[in-house]
């Protein structure tokens, strides 16, 4: 060690002032120069938006927005632990971190690789489940505001997407800005509809609206997958950390930042629940197959569904942008590795295949987009942002223990730590059990489950010895 910060680039410039990289950012990457926690706050709160916003009162329609709320709300308090946990064991990985802007790969430092493989197939199915969500969702707002076919605008983004992807992905801080924007309109959308608010009745909060619903796997399973899906911001926490730790090596930060992103987060969620449930009655969300913003933007003022149409540009259109980029990122490293001549086509796969998945669901009559996320959900949020987390933390606990600043002790206890652990693996099962019902994707995901199960157990005396 020369003594200079792990996550300084020895070759940059530093004020010396602040012992900082010299900022030298122009236009609008001056966004990374704000400062290290106001920073990590907005990319834990802006970044990770959820499409599952959209579908979250269609969720909970059935069982009543009061347990939507519950849901959301404890699934939230699990993830500010993950959040706390994970962005610790980052700050830990010290001069080894350079490189590591992915959760895959902390996960193989502290993991090996298997735990690369498994966060891996964790995020592609994440983000696949998000491209499939963005085109489908933007398809349906898009047509339902200008009473248009579904396949124009279906087809028009498929060739954004990939047009755009030819040529990387989108840049971090344009993702910021596209955050930022996101916020101000759920914000203009939650202020416009103040006056269509329908009277609040506890009955109508709490009660299902069937007899006997409470009881019915659907409504549970959906509820709780778009539960889990709405929390995926602990998978943009390595990427963040590159642009964050340069300017605060100690990393508390990154820490207190995330963790306080990770609670507003939560406020977010649960305020538009309560409040797309009060405006839309719950007869008109059961049942829906695409998002609310149809019925939002539908309530007579102009301003409201171009507001609404501009959110599904921003939600959904650019997360399928977003997500068709990392696919074909992976794809696109994946032809470097082994050489091979087609990597021009490879980036377009992921698209063109989840534009295939959505007109052969439009042509069996059966696209449902609640659906569609929810295999995230129930598959690739509890590996990538719950069972892998957990793992990662404590295994960095083990390998380099000492205190951390702006740290929970709590977050990587033994007990939260196999509590969520053992959270992630419960889902898993259920989802394999009970839920699925395309047998090879049951056993599969009973079999990842277990396996996954025996891989913990073992891992923790490897590591000691």
Known sequence: ??????????????????????????????????????????????????????????????????????????????????????????????????????????????????????????????????????LLGFADVMAGLTQTPQIPWLLGLAVVVIGLNARRSLGFSVMLLLGIVTFLLLLGISIGVIPDMLPFSPAAFWEPLIAGDQRSLLPWSSLLAISFYTYFGSSLLAPTANFVLPRDPAGASLIRGSIAGSLGMIGVVMVWLAMVSRVVPRESLQGMK????????????????????????????????????????????LALARRTLIQAVLPAIPTLAGLLLILGWMHSGSTNLTQALSIGGGLGIPVGCWIMPALILRQARLQRPGPVPGSWALAGHPVVTTGLLGIGLLVLLMFGLLVWSWWPIKIFTVSLAVGLAIWSVRLQPQCEA
């Open 290 to 333: 695409g998002t609310v913003l149809v019925a939002l933007g539908g309530r007579g003022h102009a301003s409201l569904a171009l507001l609404c149409a501009a959110l599904a540009i921003t939600l959904s259109g650019f997360s399928a942008i977003r997500a068709g980029g990392v696919l074909g990122n992976q794809l696109r490293d």
């Open 1 to 134: 060690m020369d003594g200079t910060p792990c996550w300084l680039d020895r070759n940059a410039k530093v004020d010396p002032v602040n012992d900082s990289p010299a900022l030298h950012h122009q236009g609008l990457e001056r966004l990374l120069d704000l400062p290290p926690f106001v920073l990590s706050l907005f990319c834990s709160l802006l970044l990770p938006l959820p499409q599952t916003l959209l579908v979250s009162a269609i969720a909970a329609a059935s069982l009543g927005p009061g347990l939507g709320l519950i849901s959301m709300a404890l699934i939230g308090l699990g993830n500010v632990l993950i959040t706390a946990g994970l962005s610790e064991s980052i700050v830990r990985l010290g001069p080894d971190a350079s490189g590591r802007t992915t959760l895959p790969a902390v996960a193989q430092f502290y993991l090996g690789k298997t735990g690369n493989r498994v966060a891996t197939f964790a995020i592609l199915i994440m983000w696949f489940t998000a491209l499939v969500g963005g």
